[in-house]
Every structure is written in C-alpha cells, then in structure tokens.
C-alpha cells in the first residue's frame, strides 16, 4: 500500500514566484502526513485562464487580447527553468513523487503539459496535451507522441493523460498498453459528468485513477482580467471536484468541491491484478486478430 496524495489548489494567478512557494508548502504538509506522491492540477503552474476569449473571434485578434496571451507567456515555465527546479528540491528534500500540471513555455508557443520529478528530485518525464480543447488550441500547442510516457513512481508504474484527452479512447489504450497502474487526470473540468469518465477510465484500464482540478473564483484573477463569465468576485470559476478512484471503479476520495485543500487514499497495486482476472483492455480481452494500435513517439521537429 502506499500513500498518495491530491492537491486540491488553485494558482496564485500569474504570479509564478507565489505559486511555486505555495506548491513547496503544500508538497511538504502532504510529505508530512506519509504521502509518496502528489498530483497538482492542470494548468495549476502558470495559470489556467479560465473565461477568457482572448479577444479573438473569427476572422480578428484585438490588442487586448494579445496582452492577455503575453500575459500567459510571462507566467509560463520552462521545464527547465528555475521555478520547476524549485519544486524539484521540495520534492528531494521531502522524498515525495511530484505530478503538476503546467503552462510550458517553449520559444514562443505555448503547452499544456504535465511535469513529472521524482522522489529524488530528477525529472521523471513531461506529457505535452496532444489535442487542447476547443478555444485552448488558440493559446496551446499540440503535443507529439514523444511525450505519452508511463513511469515508475512508488505508487507504481504512471502516466498522465489531461483533461479531454480523455475521451481520447486510443489514447487511453496507449497508456494501458505500457501498463500504467497510476492514471493522473488533471483536469479543469468541474462538472459532476466528468466523475463518470474517471469512474470509466478506472475500469477499462484497471487502474487507479487520480483526477485533480483547481478551486479559482473570479476575485483570485487580476482586476482587467477580461472573462466572460462568471464575472462577480465571489463567482467560482472552477470548483474542484479531485478524486480517488480505484480499479473496481469505486470512489475512494473525494470529490472535494468549492475548497482548497489535500485529499489523501491508499492505493494498492495488487488490487490491479486481482481486478484482471476477467478484465485486461490490451491482453486477454483484446483482440489484436482484429484491432491493433500503432503509436507514433517520435519527436516532430519543425526544422532540423
């Protein structure tokens, strides 16, 4: 068994510096009550900018708009920048696997990407969102299949897989097909249906699934910050909704709504086997005969 940890928080929006001490203090309150790993939501470093257009409706992008992107690329990290560094020297110190969402700065364009670091303080792998929802794709660059990894943590072998990526059910299948065991859905989808897809993803893949979302109200954002709903300072724009889900499909977590805050569980890696006696999505139930999977992780470069 080992114990992991949810990180129910929302962003210091884009105050970088504020999020990163907030997220080292939180990392070493979970490390304190025996946590081997903890999940971050996504977007959760860098800001996600919920309710915002961006001032781009077809066919024209205003001036302000391109202010609130410089402003998303200002708050953006490098996953070799100083602030990942910093969560990486709380993840050493405290011995704890770490599993944050980010807004990734690379050149110009930006990710929404998962950063993963190890107990040791050493990067364990990044997952680059491959396909961004709806207006994200405005903002958001297209990860490539270099960045699908499943690693091992103390919980057991992980992978992360954001928000409606999903409902992505070959994605999904190559997760299972590397045989991932602890399944991360960060997500900035609040909705009580998107507990049914955990609950989905948890039985199909017989895994241990651990979704993690933002608590982020109107009055948390800049004063012109620009959204286009939600607009009153005390009106939540992302509400939570973290939770544990195990691979019997039962929740054992959460859902925490309208507060910030950790959720612990135990998970257990055997329960994974047991629960694959008449069950496993890319072994005995599958049927390769007729469908097969082919996955592209080469890196796409755009110039070499």
């Known amino acids: 068994m080992t114990r992991i940890a949810l990180a129910q928080y929302g962003a210091v929006a884009f105050d970088t510096a ?30 996600y900018p919920k309710a915002l257009s961006f001032g781009s409706p077809v ?17 953006a990290v490098e996953l070799e920048g100083p602030e990942l560094a910093l ?7 405290h011995g704890i696997f770490v599993v944050m969402g980010i807004v990734e700065r690379a050149g110009r364009t930006l990710y929404c990407t998962v950063a993963m670091i190890d107990q040791h303080g050493a990067p ?55 045989g991932v065991e602890i399944y991360c859905a960060p997500t900035a989808d609040d909705r009580e249906s998107w507990l049914h897809t955990m609950h989905h993803v948890a039985l199909e893949g017989r895994c241990w699934v651990l979704t993690t979302c933002q608590v982020m109200r ?10 286009l709903f939600g607009t009153d300072p005390d009106d939540i724009l992302m509400r939570g909704g973290s939770a544990v ?12 709504y309208d507060a910030e805050g950790l959720l612990y569980a135990e998970v257990d890696r055997e329960e994974i086997i047991r629960q694959s006696l008449d069950f496993d999505a890319v072994g005995h139930y599958s049927r390769p005969d007729i469908f097969t999977l082919t996955t592209d992780t080469t890196p796409k470069r755009p110039v070499t």
């Not at 066919?59 to 200002?74: C, M």
């Not at 109107?218 to 959204?227: E, I, L, M, Q, V």
């Open 18 to 47: 504020a999020t990163v001490e907030k997220a080292v203090a939180v990392i070493a309150e979970a490390a304190a009550e025996g946590a081997e790993l903890i999940v971050f939501p996504e977007a959760f470093l860098g800001t």
């Open 59 to 75: 066919g024209r992008r205003t001036e302000e708009g391109r202010d609130d992107f410089l402003r998303s690329w200002n708050a």
């Open 87 to 93: 969560v990486a020297d709380a993840a050493r110190e």
């Open 124 to 178: 364990a792998g990044h997952h680059r969102k491959v396909m961004p929802t709806g207006s994200e794709r405005l903002i958001w660059g297209l990860g490539d299949g270099s960045t699908l990894p499943v690693v091992d943590s103390p919980a057991g072998r992980l992978g992360s897989v954001i928000c409606w990526e999903n409902y992505m059910p070959l994605l999904r299948t190559a997760m299972y097909g590397q």
């Open 218 to 227: 109107r009055s948390d954002y800049p004063d012109d910050y620009a959204a």
């Open 245 to 256: 889900i195990s691979p019997t499909g039962e929740l054992v977590a959460g859902p925490l």
